[in-house]
């Protein structure tokens, strides 16, 4: 097969299976961290499933992509008042991030009971302040 016409299938499947794991829908509030191939696919399933969509990037570039893919919302996350207004607002995040990153700073962002699953496979292991998972019963998964 043509690896670059069956990629798009991979990314489908990865991210549509913890979406649909934590039965997001319409009453629920979603981050994707990440537009490449698996936050395109992300950005998309979360819309079309009706959830409220925020794409989190570092590109203010990748912008306009993100609304057209179904994000309501596109936060440049090197934007610290950006990122502090939706502090504690989101009950399910996906990180499609290969690349090293600061996990705590979205953690920060989930409700109480929040989920945050890593789709992406950074080389090295993050950080991760286990004292914002516990206070507030949020999972990493």
Request: aromatic share 6%.
């Amino acid at each position: 097969m043509n690896l670059a016409g069956v990629a798009p299938l991979r990314c489908a499947g990865t991210t549509y299976s913890p979406l649909r794991h934590r039965k997001i829908g319409k009453e629920h509030k979603v981050g994707v961290v990440g537009l490449g191939g698996l936050g395109h696919m992300g950005v998309k399933f979360a819309s079309a499933f009706s959830a409220d969509v925020v794409l989190f990037t570092t590109s203010q570039a990748k912008i306009p992509d993100g609304l057209r893919l179904g994000a309501h919302e596109v936060v440049v996350s090197k934007n610290d008042a950006e990122m502090q207004k939706h502090l504690r607002s989101f009950d399910f995040i996906l990180d499609t991030v290969s690349a090293e990153h600061n996990l705590n700073a979205y953690l920060d962002l989930l409700k109480r009971d929040g989920t945050l699953t890593m789709i992406g496979a950074p080389e090295k292991p993050l950080p991760v302040a286990v004292f914002g998972l516990l206070m507030k019963r949020r999972q990493l998964a």
